[in-house]
């Protein structure tokens, strides 16, 4: 992998995505981006925001997203790939191949934003409207914020870049604390939801993508440092942005959990922001988790692909209650699980195992999308939703008490069981409040995130859901309907420590730039 201070200086815009008819994807090539006579009227701007989304700036964090996401806390389960099982077995080193291309990946979304914040500033024509420009900037704004909240809470103290070509002068970064990288973050993301449209087009970010992400982002910093309790004033700030996005912006739930994740439904209002990958794109510019990770080649793109199915661990299967039967569908596959709009035109898929359901979505003709391959799945998977802000305004409310009743708490909590057909909860708990938004978001990169802000202020706490997780797979009776733990070939794992819930940076990085090693500096003088 290429170390990160070659990484922000050798940065060029991903290939224009040929044979999409949504004129949201139809990128620019690298040479009209490029050009001195570029950025001269607000479209050339909506243009450069667009790379910004999907393609070859994420494609090397999609399969991080995923497997630090669900991999690391016990979610997921892979037998035959040696760096994801370093993940579930916390045996991580520094040259584990997810943890290099994770790390790799963000920066690139970093390098690409810098690029194009910077050229706006500087290259910009003087006839575009100031609204225009601060919008474009705050798209790139926003992104780049997503891409270091999530290198802040994998790696914590990181390096922050907002100019690439200064590197070119002193290529050797220190580590910046993970306060100021938070402060950072909402920076970004304050002039973000201050600049952003309230509606635009589907699949690009508003003002309440920002606030949605701010909400979280404060929520995190909440416990950053402290022992036991959250900072108030930061759950405040927490619950002024989730709840403004909650009570103020007229989005609501997509009225079916099922059907959400169809790629039918892309950029459904419930999505805050997606990443927007295109089909009929090669290797290296497209969605790819269908590829990996589906159980069968005969419900992928092309009849192929399905190397290994991802399998969620039966400590996931037993957070499911016995009427949560839509999300549990929705997510994971168990056996005899018939799936009518998988290969529909030969009748349907009927599952012979267990494995992940999300992010697979069929075959070509399942998705009328005839330039489908195997290298470029349609999905455009959130990574921010409407209900995953609704249980961030419930957790800002209960704060540091023990319990709930608030009816704003109970409100935007229950719509989320409600939509999911299970019953309403009474009362709001930590607990109950982190077993929901493992079942509600499971097998979407959220829940080692939670585990990390949870990590901030109750460590012991953090450290023993890893520890008394039953992390086995099991098996399934469609019969019976019994589930059954499988102990005998149980990989041994670890102990989890505080230490657990940091990355380690990847050796590659820390040969090139020694810094790297060093305690963390002070960005913010």
């Known amino acids: 992998m290429k170390p990160i201070n070659k990484i922000v200086i050798i940065l060029a815009f991903g290939a224009a995505i ?19 006579n570029f950025y001269q009227a607000p479209a050339d701007l909506r243009l450069a925001t667009a790379n910004l989304y999907g393609g070859a700036p994420w494609w ?47 920066y690139n ?18 006839a575009i409207p100031a609204v225009n420009k601060n919008q474009a900037l705050a798209e790139a704004r926003f992104i780049r914020a ?13 390096p922050i870049v907002e100019d690439n070509t200064k590197l070119v002068n002193d290529p050797l970064l220190n580590r910046n604390t993970v306060a100021d990288v938070y402060k950072f973050i909402t920076k970004d993301l304050t002039f973000a939801a201050q600049n952003l449209p309230a509606t635009d087009q589907p699949g690009r970010v508003t003002t309440w993508s920002a606030q949605g992400m701010l909400g979280k982002v404060y929520l995190t910093m909440a416990g950053l440092g402290q022992n036991g309790s959250r900072d108030q004033a930061l759950l405040d700030s927490a ?31 419930e999505s805050l922001f997606a990443l927007q990958w295109a089909p009929g794109v090669g290797y290296g510019f497209g969605n790819v988790l269908p590829t990996y990770y589906s159980p069968s080649a005969t419900i992928n793109a092309q009849k192929s692909g399905g190397w290994q199915t991802l399998q969620p661990t039966y400590d996931l299967y037993q957070m499911y209650a016995e009427k949560d039967t839509v999300r549990r569908k929705a997510t994971i596959m168990l056996t005899g699980d018939h799936y009518s709009e998988l290969d529909a035109a030969d009748g349907g898929y009927t599952a012979t195992g267990i494995c992940m359901k999300k992010h697979i979505v069929g075959n070509e003709k399942d998705n009328n999308s005839p330039t489908m391959t195997i290298w470029s799945s349609p999905e ?65 990169g959220q829940y080692w995130i939670d585990l990390v802000r949870l990590s901030y202020y109750q460590a012991d706490k953090a450290v023993n859901l890893l520890n008394t997780q039953k992390r ?29 819930f940091t990355l380690p940076i990847p050796a590659a990085e820390v040969t090139t730039d020694p810094k790297l090693a060093q305690p963390p500096v002070p960005y913010y003088k």
């Not at 991080?64 to 760096?83: K, Q, V």
């Open 472 to 500: 086995y797979t099991f098996t399934y009776d469609p019969k019976t309907r019994i589930a059954k733990r499988d102990t005998t070939t149980a990989v041994p794992t670890l102990p989890a420590t505080i230490s657990s």
């Open 239 to 269: 619950k002024k942005y989730a709840g403004n996005v909650c009570k103020n912006s007229g989005l609501e739930l997509f009225h079916s959990y099922y059907d959400l994740f169809k790629t039918q439904n892309n950029d459904n209002p």
């Open 146 to 158: 997503v891409a270091y909240y999530h290198l802040a809470v994998y790696w914590g103290a990181v």
């Open 109 to 126: 979304v970093i390098g690409q934003c810098n690029m194009v914040i910077n050229a706006i500033n500087k290259q910009s024509s003087a």
């Open 60 to 106: 090397q964090f999609q399969q991080p997203w995923l497997l630090f996401g669900d991999g690391l806390p016990g979610t997921a389960f892979y037998t035959y790939y040696g760096d994801l099982m370093q993940l579930y077995t916390r045996t991580i080193t520094g040259q584990n191949g997810l943890v290099s291309s994770g790390w790799t990946g963000l």
């Open 380 to 444: 455009h998977f959130s990574m921010l939703r409407l209900a995953d802000v609704y249980l961030v305004y419930a957790e800002a409310i209960l704060g540091n008490s023990a319990t709930t009743t608030d009816g704003d708490a109970l409100t935007y909590f229950n719509k989320v069981r409600a939509r999911a057909g299970v019953d309403p909860a009474p009362m709001l708990s930590a607990d109950t409040i982190l077993r929901e938004r493992r079942v509600e978001l499971a097998f979407e």
């Open 18 to 36: 040929a044979g999409c008819k949504k004129s949201f994807l139809d990128r620019p090539s690298t040479s009209q981006i490029s050009s001195n």
